[in-house]
């Protein structure tokens, strides 16, 4: 009130000083109209303007206030948009957790997996499995050869240089062959990219904690779902949990997994990822995901008797659904916008910007016109054919 009040008389004391000043402009100049009337034709002449009332200053200050409650409302609707978008995913079957009956690896969704498991099935295994046959086939054949009915006279053979140089030289060759693929893998796994996510994951008897960081400190607990709940949710029962770890797509994510008690093991096996966690210890992995999706984990460390009640859920969203889920998070646990992509921008503005926009606001709504007779009696412009 005390700010309208002032704005008010201000505007007066304006509209008061101009009328002053147009009426004694227009006493000097009349005695020279009646001597040369030239002279009043170039003398320009103030057009009296009514002076503000309360209602128009009122008016100016409601228009100012206005645009910031505008400016409030639509920064306040983005920031419900953005909590309001997340759903929690669906599992697929089949993805990110184990089948019946299954053998082999799971799918690979990340860099190292895919790599791993391609060492694996590529390398490791076919070399695997012909050594294997050919010892069983060698036992198999020395045994039928060399039998008592067989051999009236054993041999007494000691030493063969030819035998002893290709079962030396060929096992060294063989591990040579894996040694390569095998460093080069192990470089990717402990040179990883630089992090876009931090995430320190704790281990306790018997759950798991998460905490970001960089999003503020947001963190939570996560247990495992009842059979019931499990049940009516439509998810895997001894896999799902009611919080889980929620990652951007496409985002290098560094985790720090330590414990609070004993030795746990933070695996998820569609990652390749597998480290233990180490009461006073913070051990480091990281792992990139690009397709969206649930994927289920389980502590790989004997750690008590409800070890086996130790699951761990992975969400990896989009990363418009990621912020949307951060942003669900910090207003749960009462944090302020934060974090890379999370916090409004602001658009800063200039001390003339910020000058210019409080003249406009103080500045009266109707403004003094200065005319001439010639621009009085000037016809008006013909319109454009």
Same mark, same amino acid.
């Given at each position: 009130?005390?700010?309208?009040?002032?704005?008010?008389?201000?505007?007066? @004391?304006? #509209? $008061?000083?101009?009328?002053? !000043?147009? =009426?004694?402009? %227009?006493?000097?100049? *009349?005695? +020279?109209?009646?001597?040369?009337?030239?002279?009043?034709?170039?003398?320009?002449?103030?057009?009296?303007?009514?002076?503000?009332?309360?209602?128009?200053?009122? @008016?100016? #200050? $409601?228009?100012?206030?206005? !645009?910031? =409650?505008?400016? %409030?409302?639509?920064? *306040?609707? +983005?920031?419900?948009?953005?909590?309001?978008?997340?759903?929690?995913?669906?599992?697929?079957?089949?993805?990110?957790?184990?089948?019946?009956?299954?053998?082999?690896?799971?799918?690979?969704?990340?860099?190292?997996?895919?790599?791993?498991? %391609?060492?694996?099935?590529?390398?490791?295994?076919?070399?695997?499995?012909?050594?294997?046959?050919?010892?069983?086939?060698?036992?198999?054949?020395?045994?039928?050869?060399?039998?008592?009915?067989?051999?009236?006279?054993?041999?007494?053979?000691?030493?063969?240089?030819?035998?002893?140089?290709?079962?030396?030289?060929?096992?060294?060759?063989?591990?040579?062959?894996?040694?390569?693929?095998?460093?080069?893998?192990?470089?990717?796994?402990?040179?990883?990219?630089?992090?876009?996510?931090?995430?320190?994951?704790?281990?306790?008897?018997?759950?798991?904690?998460?905490?970001?960081?960089?999003?503020?400190?947001?963190?939570?607990?996560?247990?495992?779902?009842?059979?019931?709940?499990?049940?009516?949710?439509?998810?895997?029962?001894?896999?799902?949990?009611?919080?889980?770890?929620?990652?951007?797509?496409?985002?290098?994510?560094?985790?720090?997994?330590?414990?609070?008690?004993?030795?746990?093991?933070?695996?998820?096996?569609?990652?390749?990822?597998?480290?233990?966690?180490?009461?006073?210890?913070?051990?480091?992995?990281?792992?990139?995901?690009?397709?969206?999706?649930?994927?289920?984990?389980?502590?790989?460390?004997?750690?008590?008797?409800?070890?086996?009640?130790?699951?761990?859920?992975?969400?990896?969203?989009?990363?418009?659904?990621?912020?949307?889920?951060?942003?669900?998070?910090?207003?749960?646990?009462?944090?302020?916008?934060?974090?890379?992509?999370?916090?409004?921008?602001?658009?800063?503005?200039?001390?003339?910007?910020?000058?210019?926009?409080?003249?406009?606001?103080?500045?009266?709504?109707?403004?003094?016109?200065?005319?001439?007779?010639?621009?009085?009696?000037?016809?008006?412009?013909?319109?454009?054919?």
């Amino acid at each position: 009130m005390t700010k309208g009040w002032a704005l008010s008389l201000k505007g007066l @004391a304006v #509209a $008061a000083a101009l009328s002053m !000043a147009g =009426a004694s402009l %227009a006493q000097d100049t *009349a005695p +020279a109209a009646v001597s040369t009337p030239a002279a009043v034709s170039t003398m320009p002449t103030v057009a009296p303007v009514a002076p503000p009332t309360p209602d128009d200053v009122a @008016a100016t #200050a $409601a228009t100012a206030t206005g !645009a910031a =409650a505008v400016g %409030a409302v639509a920064e *306040a609707a +983005a920031q419900n948009d953005a909590v309001m978008g997340y759903t929690r995913m669906a599992p697929t079957p089949g993805i990110g957790q184990p089948v019946p009956k299954g053998i082999n690896l799971q799918q690979q969704f990340t860099p190292i997996g895919r790599e791993a498991k %391609a060492l694996t099935e590529q390398i490791l295994n076919p070399i695997i499995g012909f050594i294997s046959i050919f010892v069983l086939g060698l036992m198999f054949w020395v045994a039928f050869r060399y039998r008592s009915s067989a051999v009236e006279k054993p041999s007494t053979t000691t030493h063969n240089f030819t035998i002893e140089v290709v079962w030396t030289l060929v096992p060294a060759l063989v591990l040579l062959f894996i040694a390569f693929p095998s460093f080069r893998l192990l470089a990717n796994q402990y040179s990883p990219p630089k992090a876009d996510l931090t995430v320190k994951v704790t281990g306790y008897q018997w759950y798991w904690g998460y905490e970001y960081p960089d999003y503020g400190g947001i963190s939570f607990d996560s247990v495992p779902l009842t059979k019931e709940e499990a049940a009516k949710e439509g998810t895997p029962y001894l896999l799902e949990v009611d919080n889980r770890l929620v990652v951007p797509a496409g985002a290098t994510v560094k985790v720090l997994v330590t414990a609070a008690d004993v030795l746990h093991s933070f695996a998820v096996p569609s990652f390749w990822v597998k480290m233990d966690a180490v009461p006073g210890k913070v051990n480091e992995t990281w792992f990139k995901v690009d397709r969206p999706g649930v994927y289920y984990g389980q502590c790989s460390e004997l750690c008590g008797t409800k070890h086996g009640f130790m699951p761990i859920a992975v969400e990896v969203l989009s990363p418009e659904d990621f912020k949307r889920w951060v942003r669900m998070k910090q207003a749960q646990d009462g944090i302020d916008p934060t974090g890379p992509g999370i916090a409004l921008a602001t658009t800063p503005v200039s001390p003339a910007a910020a000058a210019a926009a409080v003249r406009a606001a103080v500045t009266p709504a109707t403004a003094p016109q200065i005319t001439t007779p010639q621009a009085l009696a000037a016809p008006a412009a013909a319109p454009a054919a």
